[in-house]
Structure formats: C-alpha cells, structure tokens
C-alpha cells in the first residue's frame, strides 16, 4: 500500500506553471462500473505504461505539466487509519515533505479526506491536493491533483470542479 501511494504521489510529479480551464463534462471520462469524471477544459488524457486509470494532463508550459492522477487500493481498515499509514510513509517518499493541510471534504458525489501536501521532485516545487475516499468496500480511491507551488493557487477551483463532477458508478 505505502509503495503505491508514493508512488502515485511521485508520478504525479509533472507540474505547471499556468491555468485557464474549468472542466469539460463533454468529453467526461469513464472508467466502465468504477467511476466517471469531467476533465479540465483542454487537458490531455494520456495512458502510461504500469498505471491502471489514465490521467489528465495540461499541455507543457515552460517544461512541465499540471496532472490529475487516478489510484486505487485494497485497504480493509477505515478511511482514516489508511489516511494515518501513509501521512506516515510519505516524508519516507521525500526529503522536504510537508503537509500543508488536512480536512474532511465532500462534493456532490462522494466525501472523504483532502491533504494539501508540499514537496520537492525533479528540481520543482510542488503543490499537491490529495482527494482520499472509499470507492467500494475495501477499496480506497486517491486523486492526486498536481501543479507546481508558486502557480497552485490558479488550479484550485480547477481540482474542486473536477472532484465535484466525480461519480462513482
């Protein structure tokens, strides 16, 4: 479990330097029986080698990407005890880990635990908004939504409204 998790938060590494998108329930993405989710006006959804769900990613800007990353694993303890396990494995993952934030969320759909973290990958400070919930049974969904620090402001009504138009089906 600790091993995904880190390494969700490290792939979702690629980050921005700039926003404009709201999201696009046009071209809304669906995973068939596990969940549905309108992307960011104009991201990209890519596939990547090793990684069940695809992601959505911004065009580069300035050599990197803003992304939104999509996990799940097999927990059978409570939400907060898998939250509690990986807040403790994730300054392992890095150097300059820092947890700006942790609070219960809901949206329209689904509720759970949001962590704003901080740290450091491939030379650029990240900002990193973790959605944590239940998905079905044993099974915990993590939405990792990336962007670079300085820029992270501009992307947060981004990441609420793709949260808001989450479904689980």
Same mark, same amino acid.
């Given at each position: 479990?600790? !091993?995904?998790?880190?390494a969700l938060i490290c792939f979702a590494a690629i980050a921005s330097f700039g926003a404009s998108a709201t999201v696009d329930c046009a071209k809304r993405?669906?995973?068939?029986?596990?969940?549905?989710?309108?992307?960011?006006?104009?991201?990209?959804? %890519? =596939?990547?080698?090793?990684?069940?769900? &695809?992601?959505?990613?911004?065009?580069?800007?300035?050599?990197? =990407?803003?992304?939104?990353?999509?996990?799940?694993? =097999?927990?059978?303890?409570?939400? &907060? @005890?898998?939250? *509690?396990?990986?807040?403790? $494995?994730?300054?392992?993952?890095? *150097? *300059?880990?820092?947890?700006? &934030? !942790?609070e219960k969320f809901s949206s329209k759909n689904v509720k759970g635990e949001r962590l704003v973290i901080e740290n450091t990958q491939f030379g650029l400070?990240? !900002?990193?908004?973790?959605?944590?919930?239940?998905?079905?049974?044993?099974?915990?969904?993590?939405?990792?939504?990336?962007?670079?620090?300085? %820029?992270? $402001? $501009?992307?947060?009504?981004?990441?609420? @409204?793709?949260?808001?138009?989450?479904?689980?089906?």
């Open positions: 479990m600790k !091993r995904a998790f880190a993405y669906t995973e068939e029986g596990v969940f549905s989710v309108c992307p960011p006006t104009g991201w990209e959804l %890519r =596939s990547i080698m090793g990684v069940k769900y &695809k992601l959505f990613i911004e065009a580069e800007k300035d050599g990197a =990407s803003a992304n939104i990353n999509f996990i799940e694993e =097999s927990f059978d303890g409570s939400l &907060k @005890d898998y939250v *509690d396990l990986n807040l403790k $494995a994730l300054p392992n993952a890095f *150097d *300059d880990f820092k947890l700006i &934030k !942790r400070a990240l !900002r990193q908004t973790l959605y944590i919930f239940e998905l079905k049974g044993s099974t915990k969904m993590v939405i990792a939504c990336t962007a670079t620090a300085p %820029r992270s $402001a $501009a992307y947060v009504s981004i990441f609420e @409204d793709m949260i808001n138009s989450f479904q689980k089906l």
